[in-house]
């Protein structure tokens, strides 16, 4: 995915169009769950999710692109994100996770044009 998609992801039309917060809300997602963002991107939502599940939680945050997850890496040192030490990040493909079976409460992903029903098969068992 060309980088520059991440100016609309994370753009303030973006977060008016597809609201964070009414995401995680929607979700189900708890404080102490263990979740996978797949797919993070530069992480538009994956802020609001690590503090949904809160400190006693783990937000895997895993993309294919290195690129992608040092963008996430660079938004975790802000000033405003200090409050975020839950999160792991993982480049890896939806197709060869690096996780043990039974590994989350709830996988999260959204804006993923990969082969949806071989990634299902996959995710199913994590
Ligand atoms: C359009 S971006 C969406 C990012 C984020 N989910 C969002 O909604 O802002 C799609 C992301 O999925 C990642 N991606 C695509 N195929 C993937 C795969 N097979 N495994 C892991 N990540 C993948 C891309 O690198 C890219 O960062």
Redesign the pocket.
């Known amino acids: 995915?060309p980088v520059f998609?991440?100016y609309f992801?994370?753009s303030k039309l973006?977060r008016w169009l597809?609201s964070p917060g009414k995401i995680v809300s929607r979700s189900g997602i708890i404080n102490g769950m263990e979740i996978m963002?797949?797919?993070?991107?530069?992480?538009?939502?994956?802020l609001e999710f690590a503090r949904a599940v809160g400190e006693q939680g783990v937000l895997y945050a895993?993309?294919?692109?290195p690129?992608?997850i040092n963008k996430l890496i660079k938004k975790l040192e802000k000033d405003e994100n200090k409050d975020i030490s839950n999160i792991e990040t993982n480049v890896?493909?939806?197709?060869a996770l690096p996780f043990p079976e039974s590994s989350f409460d709830v996988v999260?992903?959204?804006?993923?044009?990969?082969?949806k029903y071989r990634?299902l098969l996959v995710l199913y068992k994590k």
């Open positions: 995915m998609i991440t992801l994370d973006r597809q963002k797949l797919g993070c991107g530069s992480g538009s939502c994956t895993v993309d294919i692109q690129i992608m890896a493909t939806a197709y999260c992903l959204g804006w993923m044009c990969s082969r990634m």
